[in-house]
């Protein structure tokens, strides 16, 4: 199976994927970690919103985005940091629903539950996040959904299968883990994609 991982971070989402797998990550920090971690994936530092526009999507099976959620927060609107990016999450929904609309690639796009009301209604949610795809995904619980976010470091590298050596105790590493999704969700999402029983919406 060929897929494409973008806005990759450090990976947490393809811990149990298999493949061949092309990674898209626009911060060179980060793509170095995912690159200790996933030594044998092609990986391009690059923005992925220019990457899509710029390749042939078809040669891929399965395509997953993870825009930055930062902006769509609600505790950065606590802060004051109120203005969501809508084109790296709306924006990209809408170019797969158009450009994949008669391809049989397989894409879904995670971000948080926003603090505002979605601008367009997710396909389906699981443990803190909302997805929007051409497929269906059957509810799951997750084991882990309402202790992430009073995790520590090393607690979440346990967790993710990640070397805490790799990560200073700052705010900033703490955030790359948190970002991460949980890696049983996706291998779950990935699954689910290509059962007999997933079908285009």
């Known amino acids: 199976m060929k897929i494409l991982n973008l806005f990759a971070g450090i990976g947490g989402n393809r811990k149990l994927w298999t493949g061949d797998i092309t990674a898209v ?33 078809e040669k891929y099976d399965f395509i997953w985005a993870s825009p930055s959620c930062i902006s769509h927060t609600m505790l950065q609107m606590t802060r004051g940091y109120n203005i969501p990016d809508l084109t790296s999450l709306y924006g990209l929904i809408m170019f797969f629903r158009f450009k994949l609309q008669n391809s049989n690639i397989k894409w879904v796009v995670e971000n948080v539950r926003p603090w505002y009301k979605p601008l367009i209604q997710p396909s389906f949610s699981l443990d803190r996040h909302y997805y929007w795809s051409n497929f269906q995904v059957p509810f799951k619980k997750v084991l882990f959904e309402n202790k992430w976010n009073n995790m520590s ?15 200073d105790n700052t705010l900033h590493d703490r955030q790359l883990l948190r970002n991460c999704v949980y890696p ?12 007999d029983n997933a079908t285009n919406k």
């Not at 990550?25 to 996933?38: H, N, R, S, T």
């Not at 990986?43 to 990457?51: G, R, Y």
């Not at 049983?184 to 059962?195: C, H």
């Open 25 to 57: 990550e626009i911060d060179l920090e980060i793509a170095l970690i995912y690159q200790k971690y996933f030594p044998h994936d092609s990986i391009f530092i690059q923005d992925a919103l220019i990457f899509v526009q710029e390749i042939d999507l």
């Open 153 to 167: 470091i090393n607690q979440l590298c346990e967790l993710l299968g990640y070397n805490k050596e790799d990560f």
């Open 184 to 195: 049983e969700t996706s291998k779950y999402i990935l699954d689910s994609a290509f059962q």
